[in-house]
């Protein structure tokens, strides 16, 4: 996703990206959170639903420390 690009030309960006991760990571409770969290905010970038680029987004969550 750090490389999705407006039709204006700006990028996404992977800082961006990061600062979103960590934001919505550290409130989401499953993988499908935090992808539902990335892809709104992406929207919301863009400024509507439909990506001008293609995207591949891949979460996954790993069990916290003393979890079965």
Do not use: M, S
């Amino acid at each position: 996703l750090g490389d999705v690009y407006k039709r204006q030309g700006q990028e996404y960006g992977r800082d961006r990206l990061a600062r979103c991760v960590r934001d919505v990571a550290g409130r989401a409770r499953t993988a499908q959170e935090v992808l539902t969290g990335i892809l709104a905010d992406l929207q919301a970038w863009q400024g509507g639903p439909e990506l001008a680029d293609d995207a591949l987004v891949v979460v996954l969550r790993r069990p916290e420390a003393g979890g079965a």
